[in-house]
């Protein structure tokens, strides 16, 4: 356990975590958390792409699994309680 | 019974849609009532509400009236709403203190976000109870003494109301005008404080403008005279930087649903040193200090405690990218469209706000057009009225220009499709009503409006 949390995380395990939040992004069924989710996965990575502290690396990576864990959640929640109308930035014939 | 009209027809189009698309198994009573609806339009799937046609749900620019709730909120609440279910105030079993401890987590999170302890935090049901217990509260509780109440003309509904009330039980109110950029004038202020002042109350962030005022100059006035101040909060939170000991605030009202949280949840900052007293507005069990009886929503508290640490962790990078989504929109509006002034000072402005008003175009007709839009012309508790704003007719705005603004609010969740649409939706609207306009055909001959002199009928 102590040796998980010291040891930081592999470039791997990294790219891994980030696919799976735009994997969890596209399940969720309302446009607007859809993409904040994606975009605030995005922006956090590229924010924390700079990061060199190998205990500063794998907090964020730890808060990133946990985030995941809620993102995981919520997209069946959502999913559970589909408003029988779609927003209209969902709609295919847009005006322009 | 009109809403009751409304709420059957719409569940009626509502079941419909589900059986069309899942053939869900409901009833077949309501689907063969349903064959004598001619409104539902089967091709794009809308519906017909309050006899305007919607295809779909209209992108939301409105998070000044209220926010959606955040997912990482509704995270922490739905445990609470399923096994966790004890009341906090009981103190005999595991139940009680569960619930107990989530509370009080709830409470240091508030607290953390205003810089408070949270010893001073008390919840309650929203930011108009607090604003309630703080102005009905302090008076009644100092009246042997105090008799005179500081607040200004654009403060929120409930803060007016509130003061109107202890008008009628004698106490004196200043009405503190604005400035034609919705801020107080310090000196006025200054001016009107009595010896029997007992509370001014200022709102930090304007509902309707978005206009910040000078709060740690007012809390610094304030404490020159050892005057209580008040803030309404709600508005603030989660949005600008708030530090009750830096605006020298006595009390402060905040709001659960304006910061991604739930509804029918706020909070009251009360300072202990000095120790400000109040007459609880609700007498029963004690909870809350004796402040605010009654047992805790606990989902609801929680839900307010981890939208607060929410908005503690995304405050910078939500104000980066809702100011650029305000320029976006202010920009793209502006380029394709003349007569346009934004309500309220740009400078000292919180920036999810923008209120525009649109000249020779008349303002219900550019909101009923603006249906896939959802943005209101002020404040949602008046939008039920046609009346233009007090607040914009504080500020000092003509009746016309008050009577076409638009309040667009953007929040965490907007994106920048959503401002290009919402400006292109405008931009036509804006532009179909002017060619109509008798009055912008005049005013592009050059005929001044101002000048004319209407003959009498």
């Known amino acids: ?96 | 019974m009109t809403s009751k009209l409304v709420a059957s027809t719409l569940r009626q189009h509502l079941t419909k849609n589900t059986n069309l698309l899942r053939r869900h198994p409901l009833s077949t009573a309501t689907a063969a009532a349903l064959t004598a609806e001619p409104q539902t339009h089967e091709e794009t799937g809308g519906i017909t509400m309050k006899g305007v046609k919607i295809s779909g749900r209209p992108l939301y620019l409105d998070v000044q009236a209220t926010s959606p709730v955040d997912p990482r909120v509704l995270d922490a609440m739905l445990p609470f709403y399923l096994s966790r279910y004890g009341n906090p105030h009981s103190r005999t079993h595991f139940y009680g203190w569960e619930s107990d401890n989530a509370v009080e987590h709830a409470r240091s999170q508030v607290a953390s976000l205003i810089g408070a302890s949270p010893k001073e935090i008390v919840f309650t049901s929203g930011a108009t109870e607090s604003n309630n217990i703080s102005i009905k509260g302090v008076m009644h509780f100092y009246k042997e003494k105090k008799k005179h109440v500081i607040t200004t003309q654009t403060e929120h509904k409930c803060v007016l109301d509130s003061c109107r009330h202890l008008q009628q039980e004698g106490f004196d109110v200043t009405y503190l005008p604005v400035e034609s950029d919705g801020l107080v004038d310090l000196e006025k202020l200054r001016d009107s404080i009595r010896p029997d002042t007992g509370l001014v109350s200022v709102m930090a962030v304007n509902n309707e403008i978005g206009v910040v005022q000078p709060m740690e100059e007012i809390g610094k006035i304030c404490k020159e005279f050892n005057v209580p101040f008040h803030t309404d909060a709600a508005q603030a939170l989660g949005k600008i930087h708030v530090d009750v000991d830096k605006w020298n605030v006595s009390l402060m009202s905040l709001s659960g649903h304006k910061i991604y949280g739930p509804k029918g949840v706020g909070a009251l900052y009360l300072r202990r040193r000095p120790r400000i007293r109040v007459e609880p507005q609700m007498n029963g069990g004690g909870q809350e200090r004796g402040i605010r009886s009654g047992t805790l929503a606990t989902p609801l508290v929680v839900g307010m405690g981890a939208a607060c640490e929410v908005a503690m962790k995304e405050m910078e990078y939500d104000e980066k990218r809702i100011s650029a989504l305000q320029q976006r929109l202010l920009n793209g509006i502006r380029e394709k469209l003349d007569g346009v002034v934004v309500n309220g000072s740009m400078e000292r402005r919180y920036v999810g706000n923008l209120n525009l008003s649109f000249a020779y175009v008349e303002g219900e007709s550019l909101l009923m057009g603006l249906k896939e839009v959802a943005v209101s012309s002020g404040s949602a508790c008046t939008s039920a009225s046609l009346e233009p704003s007090y607040v914009l007719r504080a500020l000092g705005v003509e009746e016309d220009m008050a009577h076409t603004s638009i309040r667009f609010g953007i929040g965490r969740f907007t994106t920048e499709a959503e401002i290009d649409r919402a400006v292109h939706l405008t931009v036509q609207q804006v532009e179909k009503l002017r060619e109509m306009s008798p009055l912008y055909e005049m005013v592009k001959e050059g005929i001044n409006i101002k000048d004319i002199q209407w003959s009498q009928h």
């Open chain 1, 1 to 96: 356990m102590a040796a998980t949390l010291t040891s930081s995380p592999s470039a791997a395990e990294i790219l891994s975590l980030f696919r799976s939040f735009i994997r969890i992004a596209r399940q969720f069924p309302d446009y607007n958390i859809r993409e904040y989710t994606k975009r605030r996965a995005v922006d956090a990575f590229r924010q924390n792409a700079t990061l060199s502290n190998p205990s500063s690396i794998s907090d964020a990576f730890s808060y990133g699994k946990s985030q995941l864990e809620v993102a995981k959640r919520q997209a069946v929640v959502y999913s559970l309680y589909v408003p029988p109308l779609p927003s209209i930035m969902d709609l295919p014939n847009k005006p322009f």
